[in-house]
């Protein structure tokens, strides 16, 4: 299976997902795409020696359907059969979604259905939660809303801050994403929970 890794900044994610496809593991990367240049994890990529691309999201001037057509001309030459947003950050329209349905995944940084969108671990802190995590799902139209297929939980600390919760959970995406990736891979859709 080719996979395709998109992402907007560091490239954490994208890292241990590449990392982790190795040996018998069913899946490569193909290409990590980012919707700016300056995107660190890009060299990280070129590093690795996956391809990379740069689609500006800013050369399109909010015109999203002519950005998401462009983000789908440069994947195609690299053929992907599994799309990962890794630290993405711009929503896709069905556009984009539909040309990967049912093989694109997302992880975003709290326990869905909890705090879709942003901010999230500004949020479960001001919420006095007790738990906060990441999860891993399908994506779908609908932000943040696809099919769970994994999440991990940390327990969120008196002391915490947003920047140490967020390092406590990305430990734990670190993680995550690259079991969920495996299975995916294996055409198994069963959620892990770690
Ligand atoms: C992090 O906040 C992570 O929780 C979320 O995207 C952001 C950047 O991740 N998934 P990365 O280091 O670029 O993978």
């Known amino acids: 299976k080719r996979v395709a890794i998109l992402i907007s900044g560091g490239g954490s994610n994208m890292v241990s997902l590449v990392d982790s496809m190795t040996g ?8 990590v795409l980012a919707n700016s240049a300056d995107a ?8 690795r020696g996956i391809a990379t691309e740069v689609v500006d ?3 399109f001037k909010g015109d999203r ?11 195609e030459p ?12 711009r929503i896709l329209t069905p556009v984009f979604i539909d040309a990967f349905r049912g093989r694109m995944l997302n992880i975003h940084p709290s326990l869905l259905p909890k705090y879709r969108g942003l901010h ?10 007790a738990e906060a995590g990441c999860t891993v799902h399908e994506v779908t139209p609908e932000l943040d809303d696809g099919p769970i297929l ?11 801050t947003p920047d140490t919760l967020a390092a406590r959970v990305l430990t734990q995406e670190h993680k995550l994403y690259p079991a969920v990736l495996r299975r995916f891979a294996q055409g198994d859709r069963n959620p892990i929970y770690l």
Do not use: Y
Not at 66 to 72: N, Q, S, T
């Open 24 to 31: 018998d593991h069913p899946a490569r990367p193909a290409v």
């Open 78 to 89: 690299h053929d992907p059969d599994i799309v990962c947003l890794a630290g993405f950050m």
């Open 40 to 47: 660190g994890g890009l060299q990280k990529a070129a590093d």
């Open 150 to 160: 994994g999440q991990a939980r940390v327990p969120i600390r008196p002391d915490d």
């Open 57 to 59: 999201h800013r050369d």
């Open 65 to 75: 359907e002519a950005f998401e057509k462009a983000l789908i001309s440069a994947l």
């Open 120 to 129: 999230t671990h500004a949020r479960a802190i001001e919420a006095g939660d």
